[in-house]
Each structure stands twice: as C-alpha cells, then as structure tokens.
C-alpha cells in the first residue's frame, strides 16, 4: 500500500495547500465558537470583533442568525477535511494543527451547532437555506465515509428531512421550478440551482434534470448567457422576470449542469464559463494581471464570488469540458484567489487572535484589506468564508493552474 507523501509545513504559504490552511485557521480562529458554551457545539459568530457586549472567547450568544452563512462554513470545513484527507488524515495533517479537532469533526459540531440555534430543526423558511445545508451535509457525509468518522446516520436523517422539504418546493407552478420561500410567491435560481444539484447528487436525475429545463426555458438568458434572479406572478397572473444577474447563481447551475452530464448540460456548461469570463470579471488590483471574479459587497453578497469559485473549480477539472473551457475556468479561480490572498492583512495587534497570526481577507477581490475593511472597523463572517471558498477551490486546481 502506498503512503501517501507527507502534508506540507502548514506555514508554507507558497502553495494553495498551505494558503487554504492559513484561511481555515483564521476564520476558525477569529468568528469559531461554541454555542452557549455547550460541548460538541461550534456555530460562527457573525462579525469580528464582535459587539463588546457579546465578546466572548468560548460562547456564541444569540444574535443575528444567518442559516445559510453557517451552511457554506460547514462546506468550508469539508473542504479543509478533504484536503487532510489527501495527506492520510493523520493529526499531523489538520489545518490547525495536531492538538485541535480535524476539519470533519467540527464541521459535525457545526451541524449540531446549526440544529440548536435554528430552534431543534433544520428546517427554515428558505428554500435555498435549506438546500445549501442539504449539499453541505451530503459532502460531509461523504467525509465521514471515507474517513471511517461517526455522525453519518445523522446527516441521512438531514436530508431525510430535507428532502420532504425540496419536494414541497417544487410544483407546476410557473411552469416549474422551486420556490425560494415558504411564501412560495417567487420561483428563482438561488433555490432552483442548488435544489437541481442536491436532486442529481443524491439519485434523482429526472427531478434535476426537470429543474434544470425549467431554469434554462425561463431564466437563462441567451444575450448574456448568464441566468437571471427569478420569476414571480404580478397581479394580473403574468410571469414578470427579475433580470438581475449574480455571480453565485451562476455556480450551482453550473455544478447541476456538470453532476447530470449529456452533450446538452455540457455544452451549456461552457456557455456559462465564458459568460462568466466576459461578463462578471473586473480587472485585478494590479495592472496587466488579468481579471478577477467581481464581487458582491457584504452581507449575503459577501459569499457570493466564493460560491461561484467552488463550481468553476470543478469545471476546471471536468475532461468532459473542452481545454479552452477548463483553462478559463481554472484561470479565474486561481487569479481570484491569488487576489484575495494577496490583499490579505494581518488582523489586529493586541487581538487574541492577531498574536495567533490570523488573517482579514478583502471585500473585493479587486481591492485590498486594507481597504475594504481597514483595522478598527468590524469584518463580516460572509466575507471571509467567501475568499476561504476561493481558496479551497484554488487547492482542488490541476498543477498546470499554477501557484
């Protein structure tokens, strides 16, 4: 049996292995918390610093609850699980270090974390919420297999419930589709995408085929090619489209589109990559680089380019795609993420956390830290998770991708 070679110094930042460390360490580091003090918890906080009558090293107390925001840092989680998983998950492999918990086990604790703040449920108002989770927990699942981990019967019963969700969500209504909300008045690709990937990721192709022709029929655009928000009915009873286009909406159509497979899903596949490269780049922070991914700002936008980054990853590494296609998409990760890391700056001298060696990253690919969130003022977990997503996603590029 071949051993597998040894992890790279966790210090060494020359490599997307190492720089996907450093991410993992500072986020976990700087929002990471139990919840109410409960072992065998974990949730993120929403901002660093947090306010100062909620600063707490150990205990997340109730505030602002974003699901969604912790769905995508379960995801996070599992990619530095994988990652671990490809240098033998030893102790010696973990993106903290030996003495912490590995990846997979605190995303597990980040699940038990999401169940209790979310009132004993996982079942929320938002489709799309829920659906982001239901991908997570699939991945983790996944992790704790191969990995030989407990916690795996619960994560069925996740989905189990999930699943019952996901079919409520989508009726003939507007021809097709999810709804986003349990108002069930808007039918979008936020929920549609992800809901159309968990259906072909888990054994239904027929229900994310049928999503993915209801997007196509009613939200793509084949000016732009690009899908737009969503559908709605106005009072009169006629579909009234929201021509908004987002980055993150793009990834999950194109993760959907890649799991199903066929010469059409593939072909609209790289439709969206160079859409993508043409229309939803700006150009990087330093002259005659290139292009980076654009950004969405903070709150939910903050996640937004780095969910795109996670499916753009994968198209990368899908030889089903043409090499004009592949390199496209590796381009704009690994230049996004370089970005990302190098705007970085050093969180605050004084903090806990900054004599630890965490890091800020930016806003904006585009811009600086030290810009878009200059010492003193308070960073967003959205934020952070989104340049960790892209990251992770650098590290999973072929070596031809470059560093």
Known sequence: MTRPEPAPDRQDLSHWHGRANEAARSVTTLFGRRLLFLPGTHLGAVQWPPPSWRRDPKGALPGPWHYWWQAHY???????????????????????????????????????????RNAFTFVNSYYDDMAWLALATHRLDKLAEETRRPGRGRNARVRKSLTLQFEAACTADLGGGAFWSKARDFKNTPATAPVALYFARTGSPGKAQALLDWLGATLFDPD???YLDGARLNAAGEVVLERAVYTYNQGPVLGALLEQG?????????????????????????????????????????????ILCRYLALAAADARLSPQTRSTA???????????????????????AGRNGASIFSVHAAKPARETCPAGTAVELSTQLQAWMALEAAATLPDSAGN
């Open 74 to 116: 379960v995801d996070c989680l599992v990619d530095a699980g994988r990652r671990e998983l490809g240098y033998g998950a030893t102790p010696a492999a973990r993106f903290n270090g030996p003495e912490h918990p590995s990846a997979g086990r605190l995303a597990s604790r980040l699940v038990t974390g999401i169940r209790l």
């Open 224 to 226: 732009q090619g690009l």
């Open 262 to 306: 066929g010469e059409a899903n593939l072909a609209r596949a790289a439709v969206v990559v160079e859409a993508v490269d043409q229309l939803l780049t700006v150009p990087a922070p330093t002259a005659g680089e290139g292009r980076v991914l654009r950004c969405e700002g903070t709150g939910d936008g903050g996640l937004f380019t780095g």
């Open 330 to 352: 590796a381009t704009l990760v690994a230049d996004t993420a370089g970005a990302f890391w190098a705007g970085r700056r050093p969180a605050e001298a004084g903090q806990a």
